[in-house]
Each structure stands twice: as C-alpha cells, then as structure tokens.
C-alpha cells in the first residue's frame, strides 16, 4: 500500500532565488529563507536615538511577501524543484497554487476530514393526536423539531504519523524542530501582515493578512506512489487536495528503545478548502461526458471512423459555456461569461473509453453548437496517463497531437469534464 504523504508550507509565494529573480540561483530548501519565507532584515544595532530603528527592511530583496488569490500561478524559480510538484507548475488550469516556500513532506498513517455544523436542533411538543383530529394534525411516530441554524460551519483534518528526526533538512527529511517553527511563526504573516494597505513594510507584504488565505499554512494531501492518471490527490472538480488554515495542534510522542523516532499528531483547521474561490474569478464549468469516440477530422465537424485512425472526440451533457451570474432574468437575458475555444485546458476524471484520457488536456476543434471538442495533447501536468501521448506505443500521432488506431480503442459514454475561467487567456464577453 502506497503512503498516504501531505506536504506543510509556510505561507510565502516569493520567488526563492538569490536575487529575487527566476533567473537566480535557487535557495536550497533548507534554506530558512525558503523554509519560512522570511523577510530580508538586517540589524543596524541599537540605535542611538528613537528615530532609528534596530532592524532594517531591504524592501529590494524579499522571501516573504504573500500575493492575492487572483493569481492563478505563482513564480517558481528553475531547479532545487522536486519532481512530485512538477503538477503544480506552469498550469494554466490552476486556480489556486501552492507556495514557493519548502514543501515539507509528511508520511501519515491516518487522515480524518472533520465537517461540522454548529446547529441547534430543538423538540417541540407533539402536535394533537386526539381522537377526531385529521391526519394532517401530525404524525405520532415521528419527532417535531425546530432546527436553529447561523451558518456556523467548520472544518478540521486531523492527522498522524511516525517522523524520524536527523538528518540534513530538505524536503523529504522535514525535522521535528522545522515543523514547530512552522507553527509558531503561522501568524506573522496574518496579524503582522499588511492588511490590504500600501505598508509594504510588513509581513508578508502590503497584500498578506487575515483576509487573504494565501496569508496562512497550506497543507496539501496527495499519495506519493500513484500510477499517473488516476487517484493522484486531485478532486472531481479539477483541484488539488490544498488546504489553508491554522496548526491548531500539534504534538510529538517519543518511545523508549527508539532514539529520534517521534511520533506525531496534529490538527489542522481549515480556513480555505479544496474548492477554488469563486468570489475572485475562478468560476468553473463542471459537466458529465455522455460520449467519446474516434473522428475524421480535428477542426469540431468531423465523423465518426470505424476503420483507421481518428482523434478522440468529447461530447457533454451540458454547454461548453458559463453564463454571467450577475445578471438577473435566467440564461435567456445573461450574457455567456465564458466559452470554451481552442488550446484552452479541461480536466477530465472517470471516463470509461479505452484509453481513458483522465487528467489535464489542450483541446482543439471546440463545437459549440454541438458540445464536442477534441483531445489535443496533454497540459504538462503528470496527473494525465502520459502513456497516452507516448509515440512507441499506440499513439499514431505525435507528442503535440493525440491520433488512435481504431482497433485499440473502444468508445467511452461517462466521465467528467471541468474547466475554468482561469483556463486560456481568460474571460471574455459574447451574445448569448
């Protein structure tokens, strides 16, 4: 049984080089400037009067600032990048990324995803059930109640596992102490931040805060050991199992006869769930697949082939479009906020054909009209089955465009497609 693995990262979306540039050189992730994401401080000494200060700000250089949620990838540095994170990088169909700050993984024995609703369920006396009553006047076998409800929700992850604690400090070799810094130093970049104001002189920067979920600790969840394409930590709806929140809990055991072994438990509430916010532009169009097959043609006008080699067409259930939720009086008097077009990205899950084409796709030959599209060539995010686009095998076409032989390929009707605003060069306004 492959680990269950999760990474924690201090909160920080700097570029984490040297000189501030993703040309520089890379900070090692030991590094605790890349650790903790740290400003670029350096002391002056006591001063000799108040109107000097004994820590000094270099504003140029930084490896703390914290970016609005509105951008949909972040700025990774070349190198000292491991390659289980190769799926976050460069995605165009990310609408949240992780930090560039280490990626400290964890192997958990047990995850528990806590949902709660503080809700107030009240009896109430039973309605009359005498004699001569209608049978509307109640219902003796069943229970009256009034339920109180404010909205009060909350979510904990509640982990544990076993960390050996020596060694080098690098990613894969988080130590004891690294973690706890983790969570003592969580609120820096919240109640120290800047708060949305032009103070760019505070952690994090003028855009961290309490508001900004990016302002606190992600944890994300992921299986380290998984065939590509198919259970790799990403959701129905296209997001990576990323979390923002507090360490509300975190706790070490050692045992005796096991030197540097500890282990640990630690409760994580969460602030910002695996759903993309919706509030900053990220709305996505969600939609069951009812039909993939083998066509002539790539430019969405194509027939189906029962000999030969064709590309792979999809078909939805819904329209490849999403509609302008501000505007009142139904589709009919909206305006069509997105539409899906050519090379734009879609993340496909449980589809049924042979090859499956789960993951993340390009796709051409975008038919509106008739809800299809074609599978072009893969996102370069390793969560696809990349053997699909592997030219040794039964791709009869190239690396940049997917061509199947019909005698390999059997025709799918069910899956899911999603896809975002965040996809392509973004929004844009047509008639409906």
Request: hydrophobic share 35%; aromatic share 8%; proline share 5%.
């Amino acid at each position: 049984m492959a680990d269950i693995t999760i990474t924690i990262q201090a909160a920080g979306d700097a570029v984490m080089t040297e000189n501030g540039f993703s040309s520089g050189t890379p900070l090692a992730e030991g590094d605790a400037r890349k650790v903790y994401g740290l400003p670029n401080i350096s002391s002056y000494g006591i001063a000799s009067d108040e109107s000097n200060s004994i820590i000094k700000w270099n504003t140029a250089l930084r490896w703390d600032t914290v970016k609005l949620p509105v951008d949909a990838v972040a700025i990774y540095s070349a190198g000292a990048l491991t390659s289980y994170r190769t799926p976050y990088l460069a995605s165009l169909a990310a609408t949240k990324s992780p930090p560039t700050t280490t990626a400290f993984q964890l192997r958990c024995d047990n995850i528990t995803h806590e949902f709660t609703d503080n809700v107030t369920i009240v009896p109430i006396p039973a309605f009359d059930v005498s004699p001569d009553q209608h049978d509307s006047a109640g219902t003796p076998g069943q229970l009256n109640m009034i339920v109180m409800a404010l909205g009060m929700r909350g979510e904990k992850i509640k982990l544990s596992g076993m960390l050996v604690d020596r060694g080098l400090v690098t990613a894969a070799n988080p130590r004891r102490q690294i973690l706890l810094n983790i969570a003592r130093m969580q609120h820096y970049k919240t109640g120290r931040g800047g708060q949305g104001s032009e103070n760019a002189q505070r952690w994090g920067g003028k855009d961290s805060g309490a508001l900004n979920p990016r302002s606190f600790t992600c944890l994300t969840i992921f299986e380290a050991h998984t065939t590509p394409g198919f259970s790799m930590g990403r959701e129905p709806s296209g997001d990576s199992r990323q979390y923002r929140g507090i360490i509300k809990e975190l706790s070490f055991r050692m045992e005796g006869g096991r030197p540097d072994h500890w282990f640990w438990n630690m409760t994580f509430d969460v602030i910002a769930n695996e759903h993309s916010d919706e509030m900053f532009g990220a709305r996505q169009a969600i939609s069951p697949i009812n039909r993939i097959r083998l066509v002539d043609d790539r430019d969405g006008t194509g027939s189906a082939i029962t000999a030969g080699t064709g590309y792979i067409e999809v078909r939805t259930s819904k329209e490849l479009r999403i509609w302008n939720p501000l505007v009142p009086g139904g589709e009919e008097a909206q305006t069509v906020k997105r539409e899906l077009k050519d090379n734009d990205v879609v993340f496909m899950s449980n589809t049924d054909s042979v090859p499956t084409i789960n993951g993340y796709w390009h796709v051409t030959g975008v038919n509106i009209a008739n809800k299809t599209f074609i599978v072009l060539n893969n996102a370069g995010i390793d969560y696809e089955e990349l053997t699909v686009m592997d030219t040794d095998g039964n791709n009869e076409g190239t690396s940049q465009e997917l061509q199947w032989a019909f005698s390999n390929f059997t025709a799918g009707d069910a899956g899911s497609v999603g896809w975002a605003l965040a996809d392509g060069s973004g929004s844009i306004e047509v008639p409906a």
